[in-house]
């Protein structure tokens, strides 16, 4: 009977340190992929605003002057 307490006792800490363990490891992935994504969102910010361009008014088209065709 005392060694099924201890076994127990076994599985219980083992499968704690084990979440544990998980937890750390997913924490630590989690962190890197959140700054990785601030990163891309700064850098396509960064190209969009450098794409796109301010909106300005076309430069007026210069006519031609008519000649005169009366000078006889």
Do not use: H
């Not at 969102?41 to 794409?51: C, F, I």
């Not at 909106?55 to 002057?65: C, F, G, L, S, V």
């Amino acid at each position: 009977m005392n060694d099924w307490i201890l076994f127990t006792i076994g599985i219980f800490i083992g499968s704690i340190a084990g979440v544990i363990q998980m937890v750390l490891l997913s924490s630590s992935r989690y962190n890197d992929m959140t700054y990785e994504i601030m990163e891309l969102r700064a850098q396509r910010k960064l190209l969009r605003d450098e794409l796109v361009k301010k909106q300005t008014k076309p430069t007026p088209r210069k006519y031609r002057k008519k000649k005169n065709k009366c000078l006889n």
